[in-house]
C-alpha cells in the first residue's frame, strides 16, 4: 500500500525557516514534536549549515552527515513508518477516559468529503491510534491537473517553540516564497497561510501551499498541496496548487480534525522512541538569539553596511552586509553541550594553548548554484559545557541566490578573529 510524505515543509519552515534551505523544507512534525532536546540542539548547526551552505557546509560542521528533516520517497510520501494500521494499545486509564478510535478511512473520508468535487487515486491514511501520527494522503484532481494534498494531525505543547515555528511566517532571506499570512481566528487558534516552493532555489517549478492551524489546546492541523501528482521528481501538471488560501483554511478549521486529534492516544514511556529519552547530559539553557544576533553585529569589521538581519529565537542569528561591493550573508550558531562531538568536529584542526579547538573551511557554498563560496571558522570553548561559536560568511546575499560578489566580504583572519572574540564568553 502506497505511504505519504508525513505532514510537514517547514520544521521551515524556517524555522522552519531557516531549517529548510538545503534541498526542500519538509519535516514529519510530530517527530520534531516529539525528539529530544538536546539532540536536536546537536543537530542545529549542522542542519543549518546544511541548509545554508550545501555539501561543504555539511562536511565541515556535520556529525554523521544528518539534516534536519527527513526526506520522503520520490513519490513525496513518507518512508518514515509503515501505513499497515498497526497501533499502539492505550492504557487502562487511557481507554477509560479517551474518545472513541477514530480509524484511517475516517480520517481519509473526511479529507475526500471537505474537498471540493473531483476524482483522488493513489489514498492513503492512518487512523489515530496509527503511529507514528493519523494523516490523509489523496491524488486530486478537479479536471486541471492532478495535484497531491496531504493531511497531518498532531498535538503540540500550546505556547512552545514548536507552536511558533508552525505558526510565523519564516524568514524570506532563507525560505523564498510568495505570501505568508498568520492570524489569530476568533476562537484564539492561529493560523498560518504559506503559499511558496517545494525547493527554496525553485530549481524546479512545483509549488507548495499549506494551512496550519494550532489551537489554544495544542491540537495541530496540518494541509498541504502541489501542483504536482506527487511532492518530488514529478512534473508539474498545473500552474498552481488547486485550494485556494481561503479553501485551504476551511479545510483545516473543520471542526471534525480536532475531534481527530483528541482520540490521540497520550503517549506512554514504552512507547517512546529509542534514542528520545532523557538523558543526563542535558546542555545548559540555549542562548538568546537576540543576544547572538546583537554580538555578531557588534564584532563586524568596520567598512560594512549591515542591509538585513535576521535570526531566530535560540542559537542563531544572521546579517548581510555590502562593502561597496555587492552583498553578503554572514551567519553565526552558538551552542552548548557540543564537547562530546569534539573530535569529530575538529579533527585536523588546530587547538589553542588554552584547550580552544578551531576547525576551517573554505569550499562550495552551495553545489546547486555555481559560484556559491562559504567560509567557515568553527570553535569550542574548553570546559564542561561544550561552549561552541561557528562563523560562516558567503559570498552571495541570500542561500541559493546567484553570487553577488567574487568571494565573502570576511576574510578567514577576520572571522576567526571574530569567533574567537571574547564578546561569546558573555554568553555562556
Known amino acids: 500500500m502506497p505511504e505519504r510524505q508525513d505532514q510537514e515543509y517547514f520544521e521551515e519552515q524556517l524555522s522552519a525557516a531557516l531549517r529548510e534551505t538545503g534541498g526542500g523544507f519538509d519535516a514529519d512534525r510530530s517527530a520534531l514534536v516529539a525528539g529530544g532536546r538536546v539532540r536536536g540542539r546537536r543537530a542545529l548547526t549542522r542542519r543549518r549549515a546544511g541548509m545554508l551552505g550545501g555539501v561543504a557546509g555539511v562536511a565541515l ?3 554523521g ?21 498497526a497501533t499502539s494499545a492505550p492504557s487502562a486509564s487511557a481507554t477509560a477516559s479517551a474518545p ?4 484511517a478511512d475516517t480520517v481519509l473520508g473526511q479529507l475526500k468529503e471537505l474537498l471540493p468535487e473531483g476524482e483522488f487515486s493513489q489514498e492513503d491514511a492512518r487512523g489515530a491510534a496509527d503511529r507514528p501520527s493519523p494523516y490523509a494522503y489523496v491524488v486530486y484532481d478537479d479536471g ?16 512552545s517553540a514548536e507552536v511558533r515555528q508552525v505558526t510565523e511566517c519564516p524568514d524570506e532571506t532563507f525560505v523564498p516564497h510568495d505570501s505568508c499570512s498568520s492570524t489569530r481566528l476568533p476562537d484564539g487558534s492561529q493560523l498560518r497561510l504559506f503559499k511558496g516552493y517545494e525547493y527554496p532555489d525553485k530549481r524546479v517549478e512545483t509549488k507548495l501551499w499549506t494551512a496550519d492551524l494550532v489551537t489554544n489546546e495544542g491540537q495541530h492541523v496540518s494541509l498541504s498541496e502541489w501542483n504536482a501528482p506527487a511532492q518530488k521528481d514529478a512534473p508539474v501538471s498545473r500552474p498552481e496548487p488547486p485550494l485556494s488560501a481561503e479553501q485551504l483554511k476551511e479545510v483545516v478549521t473543520a471542526e471534525v480534525w480536532r475531534r481527530v486529534v483528541d482520540a490521540i492516544p497520550e503517549p506512554s514511556e514504552s512507547a517512546q522512541p529509542p534514542g528520545d529519552a532523557p538523558t543526563a547530559d542535558v546542555p545548559p539553557s540555549a542562548v538568546s538569539g537576540k543576544n547572538v544576533g546583537e554580538t555578531l553585529a557588534g564584532l563586524l569589521p568596520e567598512g560594512l553596511d549591515v542591509v538585513g538581519k535576521g535570526g531566530q529565537e535560540e542559537e542563531f542569528a544572521y546579517v548581510v552586509v555590502d562593502d561597496g561591493q555587492g552583498e553578503s550573508l554572514v551567519q553565526v550558531n552558538v551552542q552548548y553541550g557540543m564537547g562530546d562531538v569534539a573530535g569529530q568536529l575538529y579533527a585536523g584542526g588546530e587547538t589553542l594553548p588554552d584547550g580552544t579547538r578551531i576547525a576551517v573551511q573554505q569550499g562550495a557554498g552551495d553545489d546547486r548554484v555555481p559560484g556559491v563560496l562559504m567560509w567557515t571558522v568553527d570553535t569550542l570553548r574548553p570546559g564542561e559545557e561544550g561552549f561552541r561559536v561557528v562563523i560562516s560568511a558567503f559570498n552571495n546575499g541570500a542561500p541559493h541566490a546567484q553570487p553577488s560578489r567574487a568571494t565573502p566580504a570576511l576574510t578567514v583572519d577576520q572571522l576567526r578573529k571574530m569567533a574567537l572574540s571574547p564578546e561569546w564568553d558573555e554568553l555562556r
Open 100 to 103: 472513541p478510535p477514530v480509524s
Open 65 to 85: 552527515g544528518a539534516m534536519l528533516l527527513p526526506q520522503g520517497n520520490s513519490d513525496g510520501r513518507d518512508v518514515s513508518a509503515a501505513t499497515t494500521g
Open 61 to 63: 560542521v556535520g556529525v
Open 144 to 159: 486541471e491537473g492532478a495535484a497531491a494534498i496531504s493531511m497531518g494531525l498532531s498535538r503540540v505543547e500550546p505556547g
